[in-house]
């Protein structure tokens, strides 16, 4: 007697749609070849895809950069505004509108030089964004002049002797102000970078991503690095351990590396919340 074998049926995979969440016409984009942004770009929109939200139930603050040119590709309520001004900008958008996924998408610059003082408060705040900082250590819109993440002895346009500030750790910073959720990703870990992205999105409160996302046009060749390849591998590869692993390595291993991961996760009451608790309650109080 003959035991009916089950045919075996081949897992196909079906293509992901970008087209659904990008505007018509805006491609290609007009970031530097062996940029990392358009990956990240792609990260974040799998996220979203994945997070289950509606296009018209985002809205996509940025402020001015590189990383902020991305409003531009997307097909969301988007907002590009003032250098270093986002997080004022979709802190007014959640306040109106808290039903709303609000996003924020800034470099280091934008977000801890001239907006350091509003990403330190929105923390602190606790208000409901998701802010990915695309960390490329330099200005790379204006000249290449060194960032507020820019390495130790680094060289840029405006050190050309080598950095001599010690740079802000952008996770700890947001640790320390106050955001419930604070995680590190690269633009050589994309998979990783997605569930990332997706885990920010879904939590409640304030999110921050540091993505380490090297620039080749004036980081990497004030360097010396010979391609954008060696620079990705190095900088965003080989100087990153993943937290979990580093649970199981020594010290000595994990010497001069970020780690990757999340770095951060507790549940505080939200801002939004807690103000429309206040006004319903003087509401009620004047009756």
Not at 39 to 58: H, S, T, Y
Not at 182 to 202: M, N, S
């Amino acid at each position: 007697m003959s035991i009916p074998v089950a045919e075996k049926k081949e897992k196909v995979s079906v293509p992901f749609d970008y087209n659904k969440y990008l505007r018509p016409n805006k491609l290609p984009h007009i970031w530097c070849p062996g940029c990392g942004h358009g990956i990240v770009l792609k990260a974040m929109l799998r996220a979203i895809d994945k997070a289950g939200l509606e296009k018209d139930n985002i809205a996509l603050v940025s402020g001015i950069g590189c990383s902020s040119r991305t409003p531009g590709y997307v097909d969301f309520n988007t907002l590009h505004t003032l250098h270093g001004r986002a997080l004022p900008f979709a802190t007014g958008i959640k306040l109106a509108k808290p039903e709303m996924k609000v996003i924020v998408v800034t470099g280091d610059g934008d977000a801890l030089a001239i907006g350091g003082n509003h990403f330190i408060h929105a923390c602190r705040r606790n208000i409901d964004l998701t802010v990915l900082v695309f960390t490329n250590a330099t200005y790379g819109m204006t000249g290449g002049q060194y960032s507020p993440t820019t390495p130790l002895e680094a060289m840029a346009t405006t050190s050309r002797y080598g950095n001599i500030e010690p740079p802000f750790d952008t996770c700890e910073m947001a640790k320390a102000s106050g955001a419930t959720f604070v995680a590190r990703g690269t633009a050589y870990h994309t998979i990783e970078l997605e569930k990332t992205i997706h885990e920010a999105l879904t939590h409640k409160g304030m999110s921050v991503v540091d993505i380490i996302d090297a620039c080749p046009t004036y980081f990497g060749r004030a360097n010396k690095f010979k391609s954008a390849t060696q620079m990705m591998e190095e900088i965003e590869k080989d100087g990153t351990v993943n937290v979990k692993q580093a649970a199981n390595l020594p010290p000595e291993k994990l010497a001069g590396k970020m780690l990757r991961g999340v770095l951060h996760k507790v549940e505080k009451p939200e801002y939004c919340e807690k103000y429309d608790i206040l006004i319903k309650e003087k509401a009620s109080a004047k009756k």
